[in-house]
């Protein structure tokens, strides 16, 4: 008799369950063929602006209240299952489909949320997201372009839990790629091919060829970045900024050098690059830059750090150097009480890493980004060996505006060792000149190296206070 009854106590738990995921499922296919109805080419609903301005005010109002009717249903049987005594034998299995009613009930609260949010945001001057606004021809949405789930989750438009606005003021999270990431899509798809919550593979190498050629930001991955398999501490700061770090704390594999004593080394003709080839060479090619000028023909339009800080004194606290180094600039402006990051990527040898166990900041940027900063915020931007000759001149001109926007008034723009064709040069310097800085230093000298084809360009320029208008 009592077997009887416990049968009698699942078979009916059971079938309130099975009645509940009945409900909820055709609550789906019921918003979902009211949706389809009205517009065929739409491809989600959840969090989106048109859908709810697609619907007449009666259809949607009686389909609201029937998800409200569900919602009240489920929130009761839940309530039941939580006050019932079970069998030890089925409790687990029942706990499983309570979890699934709680996050169906989830669903539905927001998407009556978000229904009432978006119906009182139509009655009132709120900015409504671009992305959830009514679009005025049916484009495929970015996730349908690719074939690898992972990128297809970490674009598509993520609603918030709570179906409402957030600290900063969106109602969703957008998370973005670069537009050449489409123009990619085989490189992209191999490098979002691994196993979540794994090790991912040793592919640095192919995402920094997807930044450099336009798929900047990439996507974030969820496994976990390699390591270097024996990591040792680090030199302690008084150490590491003229020392050359440990070679086990790098990971050499995509390098044509494998360790540091190659890459320092004057003689060494295949290192893997060009730009900053003596960059490892920290006592004889990089300790004596910007503290004092000694005779190298590349180095004649290099300015002394004393000499800058001196134009402003006390006032350069913090900056930014756009350079191709192993951030000796840096090292040295950190004697003088400035804090410098350094942006850089990876050039065919570990420049990132170099800078970092030296005990500085390095910031892995191309040129491709905006900068992370904020508006004029920034005392001082250096660079070096990196916006040369071969920059295209509209480029150029974004690049030193958005400069020019993170700088503050007063701040100073350091161009140091700038070279290209003699035929070009009055072309970039106009380029310089549309800012109309102060120009505290400004020095053309030729290329001794290059018969005199290629010059050199130096100056330390002044942003100037511009007025509110």
């Not at 909820?24 to 065929?40: I, N, P, Y």
């Not at 490098?191 to 450099?212: S, T």
């Not at 190659?262 to 503290?291: I, Q, Y």
């Not at 100073?412 to 106009?430: H, M, N, P, T, V």
Request: net charge neutral; hydrophobic share 40%.
């Amino acid at each position: 008799m009592t077997k009887q009854i416990v049968n009698t106590t699942k078979l009916k738990t059971w079938r309130r369950v099975y009645f509940l995921i009945f409900v909820a499922g055709a609550v789906a296919l019921l918003l979902s063929g009211a949706a389809m109805s009205k517009f065929f080419s739409l491809k989600s609903f959840l969090g989106n602006e048109s859908f709810y301005s697609s619907f007449n005010s009666g259809n949607q109002n009686e389909v609201i209240e029937t998800v409200r009717t569900v919602i009240q249903k489920i929130q009761e049987e839940l309530e039941n299952l939580r006050t019932t005594e079970l069998d030890p034998t089925t409790s687990a299995s029942v706990f499983k489909q309570g979890a699934f009613l709680a996050d169906v009930l989830g669903l539905l609260e927001s998407a009556v949320a978000s229904h009432d949010e978006g119906k009182n945001q139509r009655t009132s001057n709120f900015d409504v997201h671009p992305l959830f606004k009514e679009k005025k021809r049916s484009d495929d949405e970015p996730a349908d372009y690719f074939l690898r789930e992972e990128i297809r989750k970490y674009v598509k438009i993520k609603p918030n839990r709570l179906g409402k606005q957030n600290f900063m003021g969106a109602n969703a999270t957008f998370t973005s790629i670069g537009h050449a990431c489409f123009a990619m899509k085989e490189e992209l798809e191999e490098y979002m091919d691994y196993d979540v919550g794994e090790i991912c593979n040793d592919d640095w190498k192919l995402a920094q060829r997807l930044m450099v050629h336009g798929c900047d930001p990439l996507p974030r991955r969820r496994c976990f970045s390699r390591a270097p398999k024996l990591y040792s501490q680090p030199f302690p700061i008084n150490e590491s900024m003229w020392k050359l770090p440990d070679d086990r704390n790098v990971r050499w594999s995509q390098y044509r050098c494998k360790n540091f004593k190659c890459l320092a080394n004057t003689t060494t003709t295949s290192k893997g690059f060009f730009k900053c080839s003596d960059c490892f060479n920290l006592t004889h090619h990089e300790m004596p830059r910007w503290v004092r000028l000694d005779g190298d023909s590349n180095q004649t339009s290099d300015f002394l750090i004393t000499d800058v800080l001196g134009i402003k004194p006390g006032e350069i606290r913090i900056g930014l150097d756009f350079s191709v180094g192993t951030g000796t600039f840096a090292a040295r402006m950190r004697e003088f009480n400035v804090t410098i990051v350094s942006a850089t990527i990876n050039f065919g040898a570990p420049f990132s890493e170099m800078i970092a166990l030296r005990g500085l900041v390095p910031l892995y940027l191309t040129i491709n980004q905006r900068l992370p900063f904020f508006d004029n915020t920034i005392d001082l931007i250096h660079t070096t060996r990196f916006l040369d000759g071969w920059i295209d001149f509209v480029l150029l001109d974004f690049i030193l505006y958005d400069w020019d926007r993170v700088l503050r008034p007063g701040g100073l723009l350091w161009i140091d060792s700038f070279f290209c064709l003699k035929e070009d040069l009055y072309d970039y310097l106009q380029a310089f000149e549309m800012l109309r800085y102060k120009k505290h230093k400004w020095v053309v000298v030729p290329k001794l190296d290059k018969d005199d084809r290629e010059m050199f360009f130096s100056a330390v320029l002044e942003k100037p206070p511009r007025p509110f208008r």
